[in-house]
C-alpha cells in the first residue's frame, strides 16, 4: 500500500501563496489518481483538486477553481497544490488522498473514492 506525508502547510496573510508537497512511498504513484481535501474546525472535509494518474485530466472544486493547481511528478512521486491568492475561508487541515485507478483519465472528488490518506498540514490564512 501506498503511504503520504503532506508537508509545506503554514501561516500566511490574505492574498498570500503556499504550495503542499505529498510525498508518496511504498508504492510508485503512477497508477493512481490523487486528490486533495480539507477539513475546517467543525466541518466536515470537503474536496478541493482531484488529478487523473497521469496528471492529463483535473478537477477543482468551485471555491478554489482559478486559485489552486494541482500537479504531480510522478518520477519524484509527490503531488502538490499550489495555492494563490489564499482566503481566510481557506483555513483548514489540507489531506492529501490516493487510489489506484484502472483509467488514466479518471479523478475522484468525494471523500469515500479515495483509499490512501495522508495525516494532514495545517493552512492558516490571516486576514
Known amino acids: 500500500q501506498v503511504q503520504l506525508v503532506e508537508s509545506g502547510g503554514g501561516l500566511v496573510q490574505a492574498g498570500g501563496s503556499l504550495r503542499l508537497s505529498c510525498a508518496a512511498s511504498g508504492r510508485t504513484i503512477n497508477n493512481y489518481a490523487m486528490g486533495w481535501f480539507r477539513q475546517a474546525p467543525g466541518k466536515e472535509r470537503e474536496f478541493a483538486a482531484a488529478?487523473?494518474?497521469?496528471?492529463?485530466?483535473?478537477y477543482y472544486a468551485d471555491s478554489v477553481k482559478g486559485r489552486f493547481t494541482i500537479s504531480r511528478d510522478n518520477a519524484k512521486n509527490t503531488v502538490y497544490l499550489q495555492m494563490n491568492t489564499l482566503k481566510p475561508e481557506d483555513t483548514a487541515v489540507y489531506y492529501c488522498?490516493?487510489?489506484?485507478?484502472?483509467?488514466?483519465?479518471?479523478?475522484?472528488?468525494?471523500?469515500?473514492?479515495?483509499?490512501?490518506w495522508g495525516q494532514g498540514t495545517q493552512v492558516t490564512v490571516s486576514s
Open positions: 488529478s487523473s494518474r497521469s496528471g492529463g485530466l483535473t
Open positions: 488522498a490516493a487510489v489506484i485507478s484502472l483509467y488514466s483519465s479518471s479523478y475522484y472528488t468525494g471523500v469515500d473514492g479515495y483509499d490512501y
